[in-house]
């Protein structure tokens, strides 16, 4: 219970910072997306339990974002599903493996959002956008999971199993 209440804040601080916090100090394309971070330890470390959790967040950073309800949603539902298959083959408590997955599931997320918008008649003008902020992102995410994995707290969390 202590355990699902810690990750509970997480959660919760990682939401206030991405989406009043952030978005007032840093530029769009070097704007850490801290769901995917969380995502992505989902993905490493839980089983198939964290589908809903996935989802969920998905679907939480659509209420604040504004585009298309369900983008996020299906993104790291499936980015999650990824995570989650080749999980079993990988070395999981390795840190630089949770950067370079951080970065992977965030250019793969770029990559979903630009095959559904592709699906939409009127997106015209939302792809270059995206295709130019993959690789900032990806490279803020993977230095943001870095520093967000070396404190002790995640540690502990993962100790407490």
């Not at 993977?142 to 502990?156: K, N, R």
Request: aromatic fraction near 14%; charged fraction near 10%.
């Amino acid at each position: 219970m202590v355990k699902f209440i810690k990750i509970m804040i997480i959660i919760a601080v990682a939401l206030l910072l991405q989406v009043t916090i952030l978005p007032a100090y840093i530029a769009d394309p070097f704007k850490p997306n801290l769901l995917i971070i969380i995502v992505t330890y989902i993905g490493l470390k839980a089983g198939r339990i964290g589908v809903i959790p996935s989802f969920g967040l998905g679907i939480l950073q659509d209420c604040f974002s504004g585009i298309y309800f369900g983008l996020n949603g299906f993104s790291y539902l499936c980015i999650f599903l990824w995570i989650n298959v080749t999980a079993d083959r990988l070395y999981t408590d390795s840190k630089y493996l949770m950067v370079l997955v951080v970065f992977l599931a965030t250019v793969a997320n770029g990559m979903a959002h630009l095959f559904m918008l592709f699906l939409f008649p009127n997106t015209n003008g939302m792809y270059a956008p995206i295709l130019s902020s993959l690789i900032p992102q990806g490279l803020v995410n993977a230095l943001i999971a870095s520093l967000a994995f070396s404190f002790p707290a995640v540690t502990a969390l993962e100790e407490s199993k």
